[in-house]
């Protein structure tokens, strides 16, 4: 695995962390985004890279920093 995949990979791996710490499921947070369960799912295994704008999304909705879910 090259080393672009492995940080992609930590990036879905900490959004379904955080995710699941704030009690909210793919579901929820999936509709508070506008996008599809499917889609979140594929960001959070790696499946599908995350836009910046959506990272920014994700991060305001999560209730943290950017960084915090870039900090590997």
């Known amino acids: 695995m090259d080393n672009k995949t492995?940080?992609?990979l930590q990036l879905g791996r900490k959004?379904?962390?955080v995710?699941?710490?704030?009690?909210l499921s793919q579901n929820q947070l999936a509709e508070m985004l506008d996008i599809s369960?499917?889609?979140l799912a594929k960001i959070e295994t790696a499946k599908r890279c995350i836009s910046l704008?959506?990272?920014?999304e994700v991060?305001?909705?999560l209730e943290i920093k950017v960084s915090d879910l870039i900090d590997f």
């Open 59 to 61: 991060a305001d909705k």
């Open 53 to 56: 704008g959506l990272l920014i």
């Open 19 to 23: 995710r699941k710490e704030k009690g």
């Open 15 to 17: 959004i379904f962390k």
């Open 37 to 39: 369960r499917e889609h």
């Open 6 to 8: 492995t940080k992609i």
